[in-house]
């Protein structure tokens, strides 16, 4: 199956901290984006990085794509409480927008 | 805008009922899709619509499904008869641009199914 590999499948972290999360995916990609899912919401869109690109940064978040090693990181600096969610990479293959299985991110204050 | 509208939020029913979902997408947008979230499978793509035509329907799971988009401002999916292994979050989502590789797609919050 296309779809990506989120790595870790959770993470607790402070307020404060830095999180890190892990995308792997496993034919070649034109662009990766990343998603955040709010408990009980829907996705949103974060941001796109394509695949001549190395890295990406959009506010406190940071992006890295390693096309060589399938794999992508979102980088998210200060972490919030509000930074609570499910964290998703998708990649399209066969015309469809293929969703990895999510990073779980608490943030305690 | 008030972005992408579903209805309803929460919907319980006994196996053997037909449900129907509704999704309402942004103005303009032109592309439509439907998503099934779980635990065991994540996010899968059901069917999407580009102006009011379903394009791709693969990923519907079995004839008891079916969606339709009447008009560029409402979609619907029916699930007929439901059984409890239909249970999941159904995601309505919409975009502007054809190339998925570049687009955002802008979800709705989900219609919660119950199948009892």
């Known amino acids: 199956s296309q779809q990506g590999e989120e790595d870790p499948q959770a993470l607790s972290i402070q307020e404060g901290e830095n999180a890190t999360m892990n995308c792997s995916y496993k034919?070649?990609?034109?662009?990766l984006q990343w998603y955040r899912q709010n408990s009980g919401r829907g996705l949103v869109h974060l941001i796109l990085?394509?695949?001549?690109?190395r890295e990406k940064h959009s506010g406190r978040l940071r992006v890295t794509l390693d096309t060589s090693k399938k794999s992508s990181s979102l980088l998210i600096t200060a972490s919030r409480a509000a930074d609570t969610a499910s964290y998703f990479c998708a990649t399209v293959h066969t015309d469809k927008l293929i969703f990895g299985t999510g990073t779980r991110l608490q943030v305690f204050p | 805008d008030a972005g992408v509208i579903q209805s309803p939020r929460h919907e319980v029913t006994e196996m053997g009922q037909e449900v129907t979902l509704r999704c309402k997408p942004i103005s303009g947008h032109d592309y439509l899709f439907w998503y099934r979230q779980t635990m065991m499978r994540g996010l899968e793509l059901l069917i999407y619509?580009?102006?009011?035509?379903?394009?791709?329907d693969s990923g519907m799971p079995e004839d008891r499904f079916s969606a339709k988009m009447p008009n560029a401002s409402f979609s619907t999916l029916k699930i007929q008869p439901s059984e409890p292994r239909d249970s999941a979050v159904y995601f309505c989502a919409s975009s502007l641009l054809a190339d998925l590789n570049t687009d955002t797609q802008y979800f709705g919050p989900g219609t919660r199914l119950t199948v009892l």
């Open positions: 990085i394509r695949s001549n690109e």
């Open positions: 034919t070649s990609i034109n662009n």
């Open positions: 619509f580009n102006n009011n035509v379903p394009i791709d």
